[in-house]
């Protein structure tokens, strides 16, 4: 007997013998099993994309009778080829945790206590009217998530933006992909990678930029090693700041200081100037080039502001501009030796290669994470590689949907389905589409994440309702959000599933429904949305984040612009939302498509996929010959002349370690989901601090012992972890953030990068002791 | 392969010194009730030698006061 | 060539090198020296001339990172190295002749070193070299059996813990009892990947012991050929379950 088969014929005995027990004695109860519905034989499957990360693999569900019972992979779908990681495979088990929100709260003297939703719902929308009518329509403000479904998504941004009229609305992708988004934006006007996964199996060389995606994008990786072993050639080069599991895996490991992957990427480019490796037919062509300003600041005070401004150059400018960024200079101040710089610029710039560089956080949540981002753009650029199978420069999306519902439906401050508020063209299109007056849509941005949970605290902003993300664990410098959001007169409405430290602090709150409880969208990093419908029932009174914010704009007097059915609404607002990306170079799949197939690239035109922009060949929206940046006036892609600039707070002598925060490979962000899963808070049950071996050696901490992290915001006790899951190199620790009983994000800092106002959760200075 | 599973009953008073005894058994799985003096056994021998074996170490168990068979399979 | 930090370009790539850049090595060391002569005027000018005074310059000097060793995470480093080694046909070896039965009647308790089955003498007196088969596995034509790969070639002083059975008798009888082994298919729902069922010290290289014709044939994995399996498979480490604290 194989091994599968014995175990099913078990599971037969198993169930044969509890179904007549419950027979011969009503009522008894089996550890670990269900007192009622046992599972029976039959299982049928649902798809669905998985709740997790930004690689958006494709599940099938087993529901037996109305529980999820267990998971596959989709082998029909593109994306992970039914592979899944251990979070996905045990994914359904995060709908069963015993404490889950299913009846309302709301908090009377002092005290959440669990209240009809009808009341919850009556009292958010008559809490919104009032602090609109005592104190602006800019005293409301709405906090979602990259987690979002798309109608989620939709319907906050056509309620605040298009009706109440204020720009207050943002997400936590703000602090995940928005350094992206602008890298997007500067580098070819348009947001979303040009490429797709199949670059993936077409690649001789895989760059990994400050992202440890072996425990991050597992499929992706496997997917990676799967092409070195059938290839053989093939070389996965880890660029990072850390040693870890992709360190593991990889052909070459390069250690690099903190901040310094600008000066090293310059490098780069200077190198494959210097030996004529750039692609000048592509140059000449297809690109221009750029600089903006530069001593841009931290964004740490209250109302920064910053506005970059772009000035054309030539390609003697940015030559010139390189010479700074020699691979000895940059050896100097990054720890890379000058070598190993050449190394990888002769990757880039052998014509035979194809490579394609990854990047996820260590890009993004960086004080300089646009200029990052253009930076590896460059490096593409200046060889022509991009926008053909296999060479790619590939940003990764750290959350399911951040791409599909908040830069997709615009759900930040300055966005709208499509385009900006500031311009009246795309004021006019939301308007209409909308039905609403266009003097509704405020053309002046509000308050990126950052600033709006300052305007909280001072009292700009009275009132908050946060979906689907947890900012009491999140925000940097946690303290002073913290107490902000918990001041007198500040009314917090939270929609959660389990009880958390922002369900904690809130007035209201909301009992949603969790992911394959109600229909969805989802969208990933490679421009692939999937639907799921609705697999199992919504328990309690558990109601979906799109009909919440449903039902709270029809009390607010909103009835003719949200006046779908139950039954039809997120096919309904699915049709209305994509009429704002009617367009050969964003076009959405029809409904009925989705609801059919494991997911569908958008462009969608002609009823094709298009895999790679920018290039005729595979995008009907591109003209010409070879290549059309038509994201740009001058269609071309813009290099940009960015420099080196240091981190908002480097380690000196009072704080001497580098602070560095991530994830683990089975935690998913704060945990809330994943801790309630028992084989994945059973391989890591708590956070920690890993330490450099040497550094805890010359402290006197050894593996286990507890340690103060301290900076100059605050301090939090963790036990440190020595050769462990990852390494540090000397003077640098690494917590990861998954764990709400060791807030580390009450020692980092509130920094960001000023053209993005994407948070820097990577670097601050910390000191240690013993505790 | 033969495997069986069973409702097996222990002797007034012994459920926990039964768990242990069928615990101890090579080829066995079981799961106690909570709130019930029975447990589910599970067995799964190679062939049909070590069942015959099984089942005489079944009847030597003084804990054990009855078995009640719940489902069998044997590989033809 | 894998994940070798600090690794000199200078030395033989993996695969046949390009002519260009196999040659560019010698080349670059000239054009870099005279490039140094040439050029030193020009970074000095550049840097003089240069917008704002050049942050690259004024920074501090950071010493190169030294490369860090990746035996961390209980030796996770030996599961991709392995894996890529070796061949297809080992990975797809599937004989039979190994059971869990004979492999835990080695043992004294899940985990403990087994002792040797066979003899490890040659003919004429001198020990084996318990590497030569055990390290890589394959087939012994003179035990004629598949041999089981070691999770830990590191360790070579391999008679410290693995011993052979002389005689048969006790010395005196014995009260030992141990706990039962780790049992198969412990997956958390059916189809999940089941978590590692056993401590992973000395034991953290999954393809020596679950893939390949050495292995017990009840614990061989039927998807040999993935390389990542810590990306599905976690340990079982906590007894517990999640408690949420509220602090608030």
Not at chain 1, 232 to 252: L, M, N, P, Y
Not at chain 1, 559 to 581: A, C, G, L, M, V
Not at chain 1, 631 to 660: C, H, Q, T, V
């Given at each position: 007997m194989s091994i599968t088969r014995r175990a099913f014929i078990k599971s037969l005995a198993l169930n044969s013998a509890v179904a007549a027990a419950s027979t011969l004695f009503p009522g008894i109860i089996f550890a670990g099993w269900e007192k009622t519905d046992l599972p029976s034989g039959m299982i049928d499957w649902k798809k669905t994309p998985c709740r997790f990360c930004g690689t958006g693999c494709g599940l099938l569900i087993g529901v037996s009778g109305d529980r999820a019972v267990a998971v596959k992979g989709d082998p029909n779908c593109s994306v992970n080829k039914g592979l899944c990681c251990v979070k996905g495979y045990h994914s359904v088990q995060i709908l069963y945790g015993k404490d889950r929100i299913q009846k309302a709260l709301i908090r009377k003297n002092g005290k959440l206590?669990?209240?009809?939703?009808?009341?919850?719902?009556?009292?958010?929308?008559?809490?919104?009217?009032?602090?609109?009518?005592?104190?602006?329509?800019?005293?409301?403000?709405?906090?979602?998530?990259?987690?979002?479904?798309?109608?989620?998504?939709?319907?906050?941004?056509?309620?605040?933006?298009?009706?109440?009229?204020?720009?207050?609305?943002?997400?936590?992708?703000?602090?995940?992909?928005?350094?992206?988004?602008?890298?997007?934006?500067?580098?070819?006007?348009?947001?979303?990678?040009?490429?797709?996964?199949?670059?993936?199996?077409?690649?001789?060389?895989?760059?990994?930029?400050?992202?440890?995606?072996?425990?991050?994008?597992?499929?992706?990786?496997?997917?990676?090693?799967?092409?070195?072993?059938?290839?053989?050639?093939?070389?996965?080069?880890?660029?990072?700041?850390?040693?870890?599991?992709?360190?593991?895996?990889?052909?070459?490991?390069?250690?690099?200081?903190?901040?310094?992957?600008?000066?090293?990427?310059?490098?780069?480019?200077?190198?494959?100037?210097?030996?004529?490796?750039?692609?000048?037919?592509?140059?000449?062509?297809?690109?221009?080039?750029?600089?903006?300003?530069?001593?841009?600041?931290?964004?740490?005070?209250?109302?920064?502001?910053?506005?970059?401004?772009?000035?054309?150059?030539?390609?003697?400018?940015?030559?010139?501009?390189?010479?700074?960024?020699?691979?000895?200079?940059?050896?100097?101040?990054?720890?890379?030796?000058?070598?190993?710089?050449?190394?990888?610029?002769?990757?880039?710039?052998?014509?035979?290669?194809?490579?394609?560089?990854?990047?996820?956080?260590?890009?993004?949540?960086?004080?300089?994470?646009?200029?990052?981002?253009?930076?590896?753009?460059?490096?593409?650029?200046?060889?022509?590689?991009?926008?053909?199978?296999?060479?790619?420069?590939?940003?990764?999306?750290?959350?399911?949907?951040?791409?599909?519902?908040?830069?997709?439906?615009?759900?930040?401050?300055?966005?709208?389905?499509?385009?900006?508020?500031?311009?009246?063209?795309?004021?006019?299109?939301?308007?209409?589409?909308?039905?609403?007056?266009?003097?509704?849509?405020?053309?002046?941005?509000?308050?990126?994440?950052?600033?709006?949970?300052?305007?909280?605290?001072?009292?700009?902003?009275?009132?908050?309702?946060?979906?689907?993300?947890?900012?009491?664990?999140?925000?940097?410098?946690?303290?002073?959000?913290?107490?902000?959001?918990?001041?007198?007169?500040?009314?917090?409405?939270?929609?959660?599933?389990?009880?958390?430290?922002?369900?904690?602090?809130?007035?209201?709150?909301?009992?949603?429904?969790?992911?394959?409880?109600?229909?969805?969208?989802?969208?990933?990093?490679?421009?692939?949305?999937?639907?799921?419908?609705?697999?199992?029932?919504?328990?309690?009174?558990?109601?979906?984040?799109?009909?919440?914010?449903?039902?709270?704009?029809?009390?607010?007097?909103?009835?003719?612009?949200?006046?779908?059915?139950?039954?039809?609404?997120?096919?309904?607002?699915?049709?209305?939302?994509?009429?704002?990306?009617?367009?050969?170079?964003?076009?959405?799949?029809?409904?009925?498509?989705?609801?059919?197939?494991?997911?569908?690239?958008?462009?969608?035109?002609?009823?094709?996929?298009?895999?790679?922009?920018?290039?005729?060949?595979?995008?009907?929206?591109?003209?010409?010959?070879?290549?059309?940046?038509?994201?740009?006036?001058?269609?071309?892609?813009?290099?940009?002349?960015?420099?080196?600039?240091?981190?908002?707070?480097?380690?000196?002598?009072?704080?001497?370690?580098?602070?560095?925060?991530?994830?683990?490979?089975?935690?998913?962000?704060?945990?809330?989901?994943?801790?309630?899963?028992?084989?994945?808070?059973?391989?890591?049950?708590?956070?920690?601090?890993?330490?450099?071996?040497?550094?805890?050696?010359?402290?006197?901490?050894?593996?286990?012992?507890?340690?103060?992290?301290?900076?100059?915001?605050?301090?939090?006790?963790?036990?440190?972890?020595?050769?462990?899951?990852?390494?540090?190199p000397k003077g640098m620790v690494f917590v990861p953030f998954f764990d709400e009983n060791h807030l580390i994000n009450e020692v980092t800092l509130d920094a960001f990068c000023p053209i993005s106002k994407q948070v820097d959760y990577k670097k601050c200075a910390v000191k240690l002791e013993r505790a | 392969m033969p495997v069986f599973s069973y409702i097996a009953y222990p002797e007034p008073g012994t459920k926990e010194q039964l768990l242990k005894d069928l615990t101890a058994l090579k080829h066995c799985e079981v799961m106690p009730s909570e709130n019930t003096d029975v447990l589910v056994l599970v067995t799964d021998t190679p062939d049909e030698a070590q069942e015959k074996v099984l089942q005489e170490k079944f009847k030597k168990l003084k804990s054990l006061q009855s078995l009640g068979m719940t489902y069998g399979h044997t590989d033809e | 060539m894998r994940g070798k930090t600090g690794e000199s370009i200078m030395e033989k790539p993996k695969h046949e090198p390009m002519h260009e850049p196999g040659k560019k090595p010698g080349k670059i060391f000239l054009i870099f020296a005279g490039l140094c002569v040439m050029a030193l005027p020009f970074i000095v000018f550049a840097a003089i001339s240069y917008e704002s005074p050049s942050i690259v310059a004024a920074e501090t000097h950071t010493p190169l990172i030294e490369s860090q060793s990746l035996d961390f995470d209980h030796k996770g480093n030996t599961i991709f190295e392995t894996h890529d080694q070796t061949s297809k046909e080992y990975i797809e070896g599937i004989s039979t002749d190994r059971t869990l039965e004979a492999f835990y009647m080695l043992r004294q308790y899940p985990g403990s070193p087994p002792y040797i089955p066979h003899k490890e003498l040659e003919a004429d007196g001198v020990e084996m070299e318990c590497l030569t088969c055990h390290a890589k596995g394959g087939w012994s034509a003179e035990l004629k059996g598949n041999t089981p790969v070691t999770p830990h070639p590191e360790q070579l002083s391999c008679r410290q813990c693995h011993v052979k059975m002389t005689v048969d008798s006790l010395f005196v009888d014995t009260d030992w009892m141990s706990i039962m082994p780790p049992k198969l298919g412990r997956s958390h729902l059916p189809g999940a990947p089941p978590p590692i069922a056993h401590d992973l010290q000395a034991r953290g290289n999954c393809i020596a012991c679950h893939v390949g014709p050495g292995t017990v044939s009840a614990i061989r994995v039927d998807h040999p050929t993935r390389g990542n399996c810590r990306q599905c498979h976690v340990p079982d480490l906590h007894p517990g379950l999640f408690q949420q604290e509220s602090t608030f």
């Open positions: 206590v669990e209240a009809p939703l009808k009341e919850a719902l009556d009292l958010v929308a008559s809490k919104m009217q009032e602090t609109i009518e005592k104190q602006g329509k800019d005293a409301v403000s709405i906090y979602g998530s990259g987690q979002w479904s798309i109608p989620d998504g939709y319907a906050a941004s056509k309620l605040f933006k298009g009706c109440i009229g204020t720009n207050n609305v943002e997400a936590n992708a703000r602090v995940c992909m928005a350094s992206a988004v602008t890298g997007f934006f500067t580098s070819f006007g348009l947001d979303e990678p040009m490429g797709c996964y199949e670059d993936i199996d077409h690649a001789d060389v895989f760059i990994t930029w400050g992202n440890n995606m072996a425990e991050m994008h597992p499929v992706l990786f496997s997917r990676m090693l799967a092409n070195r072993k059938s290839k053989g050639h093939v070389e996965i080069i880890d660029f990072a700041t850390r040693t870890t599991r992709s360190s593991q895996a990889s052909d070459k490991s390069i250690l690099f200081k903190p901040q310094t992957d600008l000066a090293v990427a310059n490098a780069i480019c200077y190198e494959i100037i210097r030996n004529n490796w750039v692609n000048k037919d592509f140059v000449s062509k297809h690109v221009s080039f750029h600089k903006g300003k530069t001593n841009i600041g931290y964004g740490t005070q209250d109302h920064f502001k910053f506005k970059d401004k772009a000035e054309t150059v030539d390609f003697e400018t940015y030559k010139k501009f390189l010479e700074d960024y020699t691979p000895e200079k940059v050896e100097k101040i990054s720890g890379v030796s000058a070598m190993d710089i050449r190394y990888l610029a002769a990757l880039y710039g052998d014509p035979d290669k194809k490579v394609t560089s990854f990047w996820c956080m260590g890009m993004n949540q960086h004080t300089r994470g646009t200029w990052i981002n253009n930076l590896v753009y460059n490096i593409h650029l200046l060889v022509g590689k991009i926008s053909t199978p296999g060479n790619s420069p590939f940003s990764l999306t750290g959350q399911p949907s951040a791409c599909g519902t908040v830069r997709e439906v615009g759900t930040l401050t300055h966005k709208l389905p499509h385009g900006v508020v500031m311009k009246e063209a795309h004021r006019k299109m939301a308007a209409k589409i909308w039905n609403v007056p266009e003097k509704n849509i405020d053309p002046k941005p509000t308050y990126h994440t950052v600033e709006m949970f300052r305007a909280l605290d001072r009292g700009d902003i009275r009132f908050m309702w946060i979906q689907v993300t947890n900012p009491m664990v999140t925000m940097p410098n946690l303290r002073r959000y913290r107490d902000g959001a918990k001041k007198d007169g500040r009314f917090v409405v939270v929609s959660e599933i389990y009880p958390t430290p922002t369900s904690d602090i809130a007035d209201v709150v909301l009992p949603s429904a969790l992911w394959i409880e109600r229909e969805g969208f989802f969208g990933n990093s490679e421009r692939r949305t999937q639907h799921n419908d609705q697999i199992i029932p919504m328990p309690g009174d558990t109601m979906c984040n799109t009909w919440q914010l449903i039902e709270v704009a029809r009390r607010l007097g909103f009835e003719k612009q949200f006046p779908w059915s139950r039954e039809t609404y997120i096919e309904d607002i699915w049709n209305e939302y994509t009429r704002f990306h009617d367009n050969p170079k964003h076009r959405m799949a029809p409904y009925k498509e989705l609801k059919a197939r494991a997911g569908v690239q958008w462009p969608f035109v002609d009823g094709m996929e298009t895999k790679w922009r920018y290039n005729p060949k595979y995008d009907p929206a591109a003209k010409g010959k070879d290549f059309d940046f038509y994201g740009k006036p001058d269609n071309r892609a813009w290099i940009w002349m960015r420099p080196y600039e240091p981190a908002a707070e480097s380690p000196d002598s009072d704080y001497p370690f580098w602070l560095n925060t991530g994830r683990v490979l089975e935690h998913w962000h704060t945990g809330s989901m994943t801790r309630r899963v028992p084989i994945l808070h059973k391989a890591m049950p708590a956070s920690y601090v890993e330490i450099n071996p040497k550094d805890a050696d010359s402290m006197g901490i050894t593996n286990g012992s507890k340690v103060k992290i301290i900076s100059r915001r605050g301090s939090v006790e963790m036990t440190a972890s020595i050769n462990g899951r990852g390494n540090p | - | -």
